[in-house]
């Protein structure tokens, strides 16, 4: 805090200096709060530089041999960061760029004041572009001649002449990056960094030894790198009282992965140290295989650390303890580079040092300000030191351009390799083959670790890790695969649609998704969110998990699956909401809509004989938690859950499911219990179809809805096939039809075996005319079906790919239905079963729609209503050629031959 009122007093002074505004004062800040109060005093341009030695010393102390790479790249007389703008490159795509300059890494593309470590291959670079380069400082001299000289020359050859694969073929191009996936090992698709909600770091032990009050700096830094169940072991001389006024109850609440103890003690007494180390592995005897660190700190006693960690390595090998890392602060950089030639399991790092070097680098070009915040912070992209195992196969022979190559497949950086113990940063000749060992490393710019931490789950698991996260962080089946329809994020209904009838498209009894997140609170909603709730509980205690591991594991998996860097993209419009929010409420919703579904399964499962019970109120003290009043209000949670704006993605239920599912569940199908809640809320005649339809084809349960009802192909051979010719005109009303010889008559569905066994299912939209009957099934004519058929038209015109089915069966059904004559036709024919209260004389569809629902060009009624017209002007053409005597002869063949007939029955009686 004296650093920052410091820093700002000197701020202060230097305003009244003339021309002050137009020269870049670098200033060292503690914190992200006291830079933007600095960047705040007008009159000057402040570019503070956080001190985050803090968090340059967590993610060294996790990396062994990182401090040298950032040594390396803040010396002056080798390879560091560099910022360059050229005219030749604007225009050009990145991936060109990229491969035209052989004697530097191309890190990203510097633009608006922001730093891009992994821009699109296909980027077009604008003038105010800038690259970001690793290369020596003497470069800049000899740049302008990288790009006047041809990229066909000789350092261009080969894999820097790659843009000459889009001249060859790009099947030439695809078989050159085929070749290469098939050489490295797939990061998974998620880009997350670490310290995101959503992903989950790797679970650790830390000792560390020694105190000072800005290592709550250092454990917040552990928690943005550590997964749930961490653990860091504070031990020092300082009272625990001192400790706990700085690491407060408050503090450890806000601490996700990781849990803080202490122990008091001196860490330079031997038997003090040894006691520490062997309770601290002691107490967890069940975390054996979980990987243990001792971090030694120092406030002004460095010199007294030091042996400090000598005093560590020494307990641990007597008592055979692995250790992960054995690190220490130090100050004097030279004694510890000479401790480390001595013992090199041991690491000391000079955090400050490599702190001031960063400052100094600023203050010659201060746009590296935000590249180095950028590597510097756990959310960022940072350096990572990795198995070359992960970008080649062994016994390959490779070059260091070809290395790089595949490391962008997997969206990172080469700036480098380790080979011998010998690291070489932006190496000279790149085309050079080199034959690496498997020890040997490549060392990459990267936004989280990926492969250390998934190998280090997999390993707790294989060893029987039985900690409460084991089952979720690491999922017990393979990733759930994605709608394969997802082409776009659940929309919203057209303003002018929604105008024309706005109650139609808006939730009365629960609320789902972001759309109408503001008003969950009100009181038409409370109960349901008060049930979701519930839900949650009921779905964790069923499958014996809890809270905390299952939000991780929720937000992991949905965030692999999905493959996008936010839970705003499942929503095609923008959402008021955080990522965290957005990932809370997919959670609550889909564990509502997953436990209503498992009550319905037609196998009638575990979940549907609880919930059996619980509705005959055999389990009163749950059943009173639910507060259920009006049974009926089950059917206004069916129908506000296939709004069209009223959804979740399918996926996120399909995830909680694979979580939350039990050993009663494997025969679970989720759409055959949706299908089964369909039929039993949704309005008569809405009865969905059976055929199959896989999980992973379902958006959301609007979609699942309009893909049970639409047409069964199977009713009709040439149903679904367009006509020869579109009907000349539409079809007639139902009066007129019948007048003219055409029966309007009711579909009927038998549910009676033998019967039913030899009818195939339909739907009402399965129209169909046969031997002069228009066969159609029934409909119920309610609120409730109108409101569905509107959100089902909406869902037509909303969802490129969709057929038009619904608002073509609306628009027959309309022309069908044209007056009161025929309203009543369709009644006394059960085909309308009209429910409305009072009943109204007009029932058109296309006004209770409120919705222009005219046929498409592409009608599944059109052959249909063809066939119609086609029999009536056969009927009328019989009609014509039929004469008065040819009636009456008939009449009277038929009236000889029934003589004749019952005649001889008499003979042969009698």
């Known amino acids: 805090m004296n650093v920052d009122t410091d820093a700002f007093l000197s701020l202060l002074a230097l305003q009244s200096l003339p021309q002050i505004a137009s020269i870049p004062t670098i200033v060292e800040a503690s ?14 341009n402040v570019q503070p530089v956080e001190m985050a030695a803090s968090k340059l010393f967590v993610q060294c102390s996790r990396q062994k041999g990182l401090i040298k790479i950032y040594r390396h790249l803040l010396n002056y007389h080798k390879n560091v960061f560099n910022l360059f703008s050229f005219r030749e490159v604007v225009g050009m795509k990145y991936v060109d760029v990229r491969r035209r300059i052989p004697d530097a890494v191309v890190c990203g593309i510097f633009r608006s004041g922001m730093m891009h470590f992994h821009p699109c291959e296909d980027e ?32 261009n050859s080969s894999h820097y002449s790659e843009s000459t694969e ?26 997350l960094s670490k310290s995101n909600d959503y992903t989950l770091g790797p679970r650790e032990h830390v000792l560390i030894v020694g105190w000072r009050p800005k290592v709550t700096d250092m454990i917040r830094e552990y928690d943005n790198y550590l997964g749930p169940g961490s653990v860091l072991e504070i031990l020092s001389e300082t009272p625990i009282k001192e400790r ?95 401790m480390s030639r001595i013992k090199p399991s041991l690491s000391f790092i000079g955090a400050e040092e490599v702190m001031s070097l960063v400052t100094a680098q600023v203050a010659g070009s201060s746009e590296l300000n935000e590249v180095w915040k950028d590597i510097l912070n756990a959310e960022g992209d940072e350096i990572y030191i990795k198995e070359i195992g992960f970008y080649m196969k062994e016994g390959e022979k490779i070059s260091f351009s070809e290395l790089a190559e595949r490391a962008i497949l997997r969206r990172e950086v080469a700036v480098g390799y380790v080979k011998g113990k010998k690291q070489y940063i932006n190496p000279t000749n790149k085309l050079e083959l080199l034959s690496f060992e498997m020890t040997d490393q ?14 280090r789950k997999m390993t707790a698991s294989a060893n029987g890790d039985t900690d409460e996260t084991s089952g979720l962080t690491t999922p017990r089946s393979c990733e759930v695969p994605l709608c394969s329809s997802y082409e776009n ?19 009365k009894a629960v609320c789902i998704g972001p759309y109408f997140h503001s008003g969950r609170n009100s009181p038409s909603f409370r109960r349901m969110e008060q049930h979701k ?116 993605p399918f996926v996120a239920v399909r995830i909680l499911f694979d979580i939350l599912k039990t050993e009663h569940d494997k025969a679970v199908d989720l759409t055959a219990c949706a299908r089964n809640m369909f039929n039993k809320y949704l309005p008569a005649g809405m009865r969905t179809s059976t055929r199959p339809i896989r999980c992973q084809d379902v958006r959301c349960l609007l979609q699942l809805l309009y893909r049970s009802l639409l047409p069964n192909p199977k009713l009709h051979s040439d149903l679904m096939k367009p006509p020869p010719k579109p009907p000349r005109t539409g079809i007639d009303p139902a009066k007129k039809l019948d007048t003219d010889g055409v029966r309007i008559t009711r579909r009927q569905q038998w549910y009676w075996w033998p019967l039913s066994h030899f009818q195939e ?26 409101q569905l058929l509107q959100n089902l038209i909406a869902f037509e015109k909303c969802y490129q790919g969709t057929t038009s089915h619904v608002a073509n069966y609306a628009a027959f059904m309309d022309a069908l239905n044209s007056d009161h004559h025929d309203t009543e036709l369709l009644r006394k024919r059960s085909i309308f079963d009209v429910q409305f209260t009072p009943a109204q004389p007009e029932l058109s569809l296309r006004r209770r729609c409120k919705q222009d629902v005219d046929p498409s060009s592409e009608n599944y009624l059109s052959r249909m209503m063809v066939d119609v017209v086609l029999y009536k002007e056969a009927r009328a053409s019989r009609k014509k050629t039929q004469t008065p005597m040819s009636d009456t002869a008939f009449f009277a063949v038929l009236a000889v031959t029934a003589y004749v007939l019952l005649a001889f029955c008499w003979y042969i009686v009698s």
Not at 31 to 44: E, P
Not at 166 to 191: D, F, H, W, Y
């Open 166 to 191: 889009g001249q060859r073929s790009s099947s030439m191009a695809l078989e050159v990056n085929e070749t290469r996936l098939n050489s490295i090992r797939k990061r998974p698709s998620k880009t």
């Open 533 to 648: 709730h519930w839900c949650v509980n009921r779905l964790l205690e069923r499958s014996n998990h809890s809270l905390e591991p299952l939000v991780q594991a929720f937000l992991l998996r949905l965030s692999k699956t999905i493959k996008t860097k936010s839970f705003q993209q499942l929503y095609a419009e923008p959402v008021d909401m955080t990522e965290e929010g957005i990932g809370m409420m997919l959670l609550f919703d889909g564990c509502f809509i997953l436990h209503f579904l498992l009550r319905h399964d037609p196998n009638k499962g575990a979940e549907h004989e609880y919930w059996t019970k619980l509705d005959a109120g055999l389990l009163d003290h749950e059943y009173e938690t639910l507060q259920w009043e009006r049974p009926w209000e089950w059917s206004l949670v069916a129908i506000d859950m296939l709004l069209l704006e009223n959804q979740i």
């Open 124 to 155: 077009v670079l604008t003038e105010t572009d800038k690259l970001l380069l690793i290369a020596p400082v003497s470069w800049r001299r000899r740049a302008q001649s990288t790009f006047s000289n041809s990229p066909n020359g000789a350092q």
């Open 442 to 455: 490549l060392i990459v710019i990267s936004e989280f670790e990926g492969q250390n931490t998934r190998m």
């Open 761 to 786: 299912p339909f739907t009402f939209l399965d129209i169909v005319f046969s031997h002069g009957k228009v066969q159609i099934p029934q409909l119920e004519v309610s609120d409730a079906s109108i």
């Open 31 to 44: 914190n992200s709060t006291t830079c933007d109060l600095l960047k705040s005093i007008t009159g000057l």
């Open 244 to 338: 706990s006024s700085i690491v407060n109850p408050l503090m450890q609440k806000q601490l996700k992965n990781i849990k803080v103890n202490h122990q008091v003690g001196c860490p330079m007494n031997y038997d003090t140290l040894k006691e520490a180390i062997i309770k601290f592995k002691k107490s967890r005897k069940h975390d054996q295989n979980v990987p243990f660190s001792v971090v030694v700190i120092s406030d002004k006693d460095w010199l007294g650390g030091a042996y400090t960690l000598l005093l560590a390595e020494n307990i641990c090998q007597k008592h055979d303890i692995k250790v992960e890392h054995l690190v220490s602060e130090i100050v004097d950089t030279g004694l510890g580079k000479q």
């Open 489 to 507: 994020g659940i929309t919203r209904i057209p303003e002018e649609t929604r105008l024309r009838d706005p109650e139609a498209y808006h939730p």
